[in-house]
């Protein structure tokens, strides 16, 4: 099953730590992003990246950082900064701009 | 800042039945507009783009700029419809693309 390939699915941490999502694709695609999944709120764009070593804040970017040092990949930290953490993570990329987006199957992460 | 609107987070209705879901954008520029859908256990795929002006799985989406309004129709739902639909507008300049807060729909046999 090519296209994007998002781990672990469950991950769970301790208030207070650092943890990393990794999300990585096989499509050749320019353009990468992090959305947040939450009942009743829909998907919030937390970083996005149009191209390597370029990434630009989304609407909830706070608590969060990325990094694109490579093509295929664009890992996501969630820091302790992050006041509400917990949450179903999604990972997407695309060819470039108004082209539809693939999605990953998602990380979901508990903080306790 | 652009923004979309889906103002039922659910809706229920009878196999056979007509739906109608509904979504609004904000946006001044040129839209581009998408619906996804999310099936129980699937990934979140896209349905169908208003730029292409197809039918997927029986649905179609007419773009309304006087009001605004991007709302997916079908004329007669069956039970494998039931799934999480999103909205969602990409703006011209970028990639950025911005979803509505979604709607669950439930089709009853």
């Known amino acids: 099953d090519g296209g994007i390939t998002q781990s672990p699915k469950y991950l769970f941490r301790k208030e207070g730590q650092n943890v990393t999502l990794s999300c990585e694709q096989n499509?050749?695609?320019?353009?990468m992003y992090w959305y947040r999944q939450d009942p009743g709120q829909g998907l919030r764009l937390i970083y996005y990246?149009?191209?390597?070593?370029?990434?630009q804040k989304g609407d909830i970017a706070e608590g969060y950082s990325v990094s694109r040092e490579k093509k295929e990949s664009f890992p996501l930290t969630v820091t302790s900064a992050q006041k509400n953490p917990t949450a179903f993570y999604l990972c997407?990329?695309?060819?470039?701009?108004?082209?539809?987006?693939?999605f990953g199957n998602g990380t979901r992460l508990t903080v306790t | 800042a652009q923004r979309v609107t889906q103002p039922e987070k659910l809706l229920s209705v009878f196999k056979g039945a007509p739906v109608e879901l509904k979504c609004n954008y904000s946006y001044s520029g040129s839209p581009e507009l998408f619906w996804y859908v999310q099936y129980s256990r699937q990934r979140l795929q896209l349905l169908l783009r208003h730029i292409s002006r197809e039918s997927i799985k029986g649905f179609t989406a007419d773009l309304n700029k006087g009001e605004t309004s991007f709302h997916l129709k079908k004329p007669f739902a069956q039970e494998e419809d039931s799934a999480m639909y999103y909205c969602?507008?990409?703006?011209?300049?970028?990639?950025?693309?911005?979803f509505g807060e979604g709607t669950q729909l439930t089709v009853n046999p």
């Open positions: 997407a990329s695309s060819r470039g701009a108004r082209v539809p987006l693939h």
């Open positions: 990246s149009q191209i390597v070593n370029d990434f």
């Open positions: 499509l050749n695609h320019d353009a």
């Open positions: 969602a507008h990409q703006e011209t300049s970028g990639s950025r693309l911005t």
